[in-house]
């Protein structure tokens, strides 16, 4: 082994300046999360199925399929998979009629412009599906090339780490020099089953300790709170 | 010093089996933390004052004045006492309007019936005003002579400790041997200054984690887990 005289002389394939950031989409690049939660509220309530609001924000970010299982075990009401299906439609419209009260985060736009600006490779992943996805994006500019990888891409959403993989995949960089940023403690589950590693922020409204019990290596507030600690993440942008 | 020969003649001034239970309404008795967050966020849009969600939510159970002046500094925006009381009636019009929405959590009338028919003295003490309270709990059977103690009675709401004093003063109870059940950190921040023991529940949203840091002796998921614990307060329920 050689000693270590010429440091300039790493390997050209490693950029460590430059780790992919995979993003969670409502609750961490947009304050959508409560109306997912109100959806969700009235969809379960017209189908005479009562939940505390708390229960269901609890479950935002997860695989639907694995939020309505979860929700049969806690109320003790049986769900044909018809059922289910309609439940999913009752919430997905009842978003869209809440997306004009939809905002993107502080800094959300200024955090991916700067990604962009600087050669930081990004992409979105997300446990929506492809429909209710297109509606929130619709209020963020997510430039040309940059993927989007919805829940009807993969076999299974979160907290399973697919979407995150798939994601990495799409933007051909390892799943382990890149980082999931998400609000809840599903996207960081996944991201730990995905070998990835984790930033929570606050934005989605769990609590700082939970994001670090669920591996959060750093938390911020909220995507402007990120964007101003960038550096923390080993990112050097050049602005 | 006499040794303790004879446990049973202790003094006749102390009941330990029926300490006071001194209760937060909302998010704590009633699912209303999420209406009474939207109430927020549409009377602060109104007046051109964007804020994002889940920083209202963190907000919600303690003082208005506190709650403004914490998002003045936030915001960075000047708020004079005019504006901020315009804003405290937006918001109490905007609950009232979700009131229709709001319902009782789990086990919460269970719960206070238990007490109520067990001779367990309980009262509720809410950062509410007199007006917004009283909307709120026409939702829920106050017996005659429960205390219901709120922000027009005291100085200072949560997490200023007036409110639970106040209320452990209209039982005629001491304080030390009260529990103060809330759902928020300024309960538990307040029920500390009081000298109170504190009993968090998850149902207003927060989590385990924060309520435990903020001095909960115990975390329960809502009223109706309160309710299948309430040995583990000491409470002997004749049940």
Do not use: C
Not at 20 to 35: I, K
Not at 49 to 69: N, Q, V
Not at 203 to 217: D, I, P, Q, V
């Amino acid at each position: 082994m050689r000693p270590a005289t010429r440091p300039h002389e790493s390997s050209p394939d490693v950029h460590t300046d430059r780790p992919a950031l995979l993003f969670d989409l409502d609750g961490t690049l947009l304050d959508s999360v409560y109306q997912h939660v109100i959806a969700w509220k009235e969809a379960l309530e017209s189908a005479g199925i009562p939940l505390s609001i708390w229960r269901i924000h609890r479950r935002i970010g997860m695989s639907g399929g694995l939020f309505l299982r979860a929700l049969v075990r806690e109320t003790g009401r049986d769900l044909s998979a018809a059922e289910a299906d309609r439940l999913r439609v009752l919430h997905e419209e009842g978003y869209r009629r809440r997306i004009s009260e939809v905002r993107p985060l502080p800094g959300a736009e200024a955090l991916l412009e700067l990604l962009s600006a600087s050669g930081v490779p990004w992409a979105i992943a997300t446990s929506s599906s492809e429909a209710t996805a297109k509606t929130s994006l619709s209020l963020l500019e997510i430039p040309p090339g940059v993927p989007v990888i919805t829940r009807d891409q993969v076999q299974y959403a979160k907290p399973n780490p697919d979407l995150f993989l798939a994601a990495a995949e799409a933007l051909g960089r390892p799943i382990g020099e890149s980082f999931v940023v998400g609000d809840s403690v599903w996207d960081l589950l996944a991201a730990q089953r995905a070998g990835a590693l984790g930033i929570g922020v606050l934005s989605g409204g769990y609590g700082r300790e939970e994001l670090e019990t669920a591996g959060a290596y750093r938390v911020y507030d909220d995507p402007q709170d990120l964007l101003e600690h960038i550096d923390e993440l080993g990112i050097r942008t050049h602005s």
